[in-house]
């Protein structure tokens, strides 16, 4: 099956940058969700990339390198309320509606 | 007010016991899905629906069961061959995906499910 990766946790400062790196398998890849879930809560949409290149929303960010098999979700000015898990989804050629999930990065801002 | 609502937000389960968690949309999706997540983990599919009356087998369906009668409801049974159902479980709903696009996913609040 696909192979998702992107770190568990990271720990950034309030009004600092962090970036979210997700790797996964290139075969048959269609396109990378980003999703945020506060803690306990559902997760909610952010990003959706197709093709190569950074998309600008805002603070959040997103890249994606169909070549390498690589996105990043960027966020920028840090603010606590940022603090929450972070999901990168795969979406396969031949998956039909289906998405494979990371297994999520919790990001902690500190004052 | 368009969206989803999943009901009861916390569900106790005695061993042995079926249970029965709601998933109701009024988005006019064709497309519902269940998950599952466990603490730290990410999202695990269990069922999902692409139409009325149609329902296929995710990654994690052992132990679970779905119906789809009605295009705005998709409840998920947790029988009790489901030895480990303590977690937190997610319903999404989506426009149906057309070529190569996939149409976002908007979730549920969740119900978190306990085992007595």
């Known amino acids: 099956g696909q192979n998702i990766d992107q770190p568990t946790e990271m720990t950034a400062t309030e009004g600092a940058i962090v970036q979210i790196n997700c790797t996964y398998q290139?075969?048959?890849?269609?396109?990378l969700f980003w999703y945020q879930q506060h803690a306990g809560e559902a997760p909610t949409f952010l990003s959706y990339?197709?093709?190569?290149g950074l998309e600008e929303k805002g603070r959040f960010s997103s890249f994606l390198s169909r070549s390498k098999g690589y996105s990043y979700l960027l966020l920028k000015e840090l603010q606590m309320k940022d603090s929450a898990s972070y999901l990168c989804?795969?979406?396969?050629?031949?998956?039909?509606?289906?998405?494979?999930f990371g297994g999520g990065t919790r990001v902690l801002v500190k004052p | 007010d368009g969206g989803i609502t999943q009901s009861p937000k916390y569900l106790f389960r005695k061993e042995g016991q079926n249970v029965t968690l709601s998933c109701e949309q009024n988005?006019?999706?064709?497309?519902m899905y269940w998950y599952r997540q466990d603490p730290g983990q990410g999202l695990r599919l269990i069922y999902y629906?692409?139409?009325?009356?149609?329902?296929q087998k995710g990654d994690i369906a052992e132990g679970y069961s779905v119906s789809r009668e009605k295009k705005e409801s998709f409840p998920l049974t947790v029988t009790s061959a489901q030895k480990n159902p303590t977690a937190f479980y997610l319903c999404?709903?989506?426009?149906?995906?057309?070529?190569?696009?996939?149409?976002?996913?908007?979730f549920g609040p969740g119900t978190r499910l306990l085992v007595l």
């Open positions: 989804a795969y979406h396969g050629k031949a998956a039909g509606n289906k998405l494979t």
């Open positions: 999404a709903s989506s426009l149906p995906s057309s070529g190569a696009l996939q149409e976002t996913q908007y």
């Open positions: 629906s692409q139409i009325v009356n149609d329902f």
């Open positions: 290139t075969s048959g890849f269609n396109g």
């Open positions: 990339n197709v093709l190569d």
């Open positions: 988005l006019n999706h064709d497309a």
